[in-house]
């Protein structure tokens, strides 16, 4: 596509629920990263994909929250049992590579409510 | 401290006002990126830039790498360009970006 996609735009859901949000990247972009805003705080990294290279998870927050992305395209980040705090804003990035050289193109993000 | 620090945090400006936003950061760097987030939470990329200066229309940005700044301008700014402006930098595997808190820019007209 032209641009890096994400669904939905919005979710509310209820306490301890599963959540599943999609992320679309640019077509050809072998990098793709989920970033997560918390309201009234700057952005903070979750998760990175490189191609077939194991994925770094350094950012998850906890092991409620896992994704997966098969080969190139899209990825879908998954949160288990949700918790009050886990509303935020979810945006996903996608990059031709893992060189910082080439830009990066954002999704428009997922709103999360957890209720 | 953070890696990456703007300042400053909110500013007001009336409309056809030059306006400076700052960058600092603590990490080498192969590039920075400005980014401008509207009120919906979609963030746009308005420059990627290693050296010097690179303009867009009213949008200037400059970088000075041996003092690890960069400025975000913006010429005759109008109340459309009301957002919050971001700055980050590529840090460690995989070169994931660390954003600055971020600047809270409102232009009134």
């Known amino acids: 596509g032209a641009g890096v996609s994400q669904s939905p735009s919005n979710k509310v859901t209820e306490k301890g629920k599963d959540v599943e949000l999609r992320c679309d990247p640019i077509?050809?972009?072998?990098?793709l990263y989920w970033y997560r805003q918390r309201l009234g705080q700057g952005l903070e990294f979750l998760i990175y994909f490189q191609g077939n290279s194991a994925p770094d998870k350094s950012g998850l927050p906890s092991d409620r929250f896992s994704a997966e992305r098969t080969g190139e395209s899209v990825s879908t980040l998954t949160i288990q049992r949700t918790q009050q705090e886990d509303s935020a804003v979810y945006l996903c990035?996608?990059?031709?590579?893992?060189?910082?050289?080439?830009?990066?193109?954002f999704g428009s993000g997922t709103r999360l409510t957890v209720v | 401290k953070n890696e990456v620090e703007q300042s400053p945090q909110n500013l007001t400006a009336q409309e056809g006002e030059f306006i400076t936003i700052n960058c600092s950061y603590s990490v080498g760097i192969s590039a920075l990126h400005w980014l401008q987030q509207h009120p919906g939470g979609g963030i746009v990329s308005l420059f990627m830039?290693?050296?010097g200066k690179k303009k867009h229309g009213r949008l200037i940005a400059t970088i000075n790498i041996q003092e690890k700044h960069s400025s975000l301008h913006i010429t005759a700014s109008h109340p459309r360009d009301s957002a919050v402006y971001i700055c980050?930098?590529?840090?460690?595997?995989?070169?994931?970006?660390?954003f600055g808190a971020g600047t809270i820019l409102r232009v009134k007209s």
């Open positions: 990035a996608s990059s031709l590579t893992q060189n910082s050289n080439y830009g990066y193109t």
């Open positions: 980050a930098v590529p840090s460690g595997y995989g070169n994931k970006l660390v």
């Open positions: 830039l290693s050296s």
């Open positions: 077509s050809g972009h072998t990098a």
